[in-house]
Nanobody, 126 residues
Framework: VQLQAYGGGLVQAGNSLRLSCRGF????????MGWFRQAPGKDREFLAA????????YYADSVKGRFAISKVNAENMLFLQMNSLRPEDTAVYYC????????????????????WGRGTQVTVSS
């Protein structure tokens, strides 16, 4: 599976942005898809994940209520709707696929993901 994330850009604080991730190749039903981000000088951070089969979701506390993950299986598309953006949300955002499915807390660990897309930069100005 190859993944391609896009939709990043420069936005003002308080505004919204939707990231997209297209999968090339077959994403199996047992997979979960996740979003991570990495700010300069910081570790990569788990944000959200969704089961490719059931649509169940799991969020990091830091984005719960502000970010929403969704998918369209037929188009192999994954989305991250980001609302009420803050300057501290500035980072490179990555989508990834996890063959173990939506298993908590494994799904929050980047080492368990099998495939990664190239990141897309999100910059939030104050």
């Amino acid at each position: 599976v190859q993944l391609q994330a896009y939709g990043g850009g420069l936005v003002q604080a308080g505004n919204s942005l939707r990231l997209s991730c297209r999968g090339f190749g077959r994403i199996f039903r047992g997979y979960a898809m996740g979003w991570f981000r990495q700010a300069p000088g910081k570790d990569r951070e788990f944000l959200a994940a969704i089961s490719w089969s059931s649509g169940s979701t799991y969020y990091a506390d830091s984005v719960k209520g502000r970010f929403a993950i969704s998918k369209v299986n037929a188009e192999n598309m994954l989305f991250l709707q980001m609302n009420s953006l803050r300057p501290e949300d500035t980072a490179v955002y990555y989508c990834a696929a996890n063959g173990q499915g939506l298993v908590v807390p494994v799904i929050t660990q980047q080492s368990t993901y099998n495939y990664w897309g190239r990141g897309t930069q999100v910059t939030v100005s104050s």
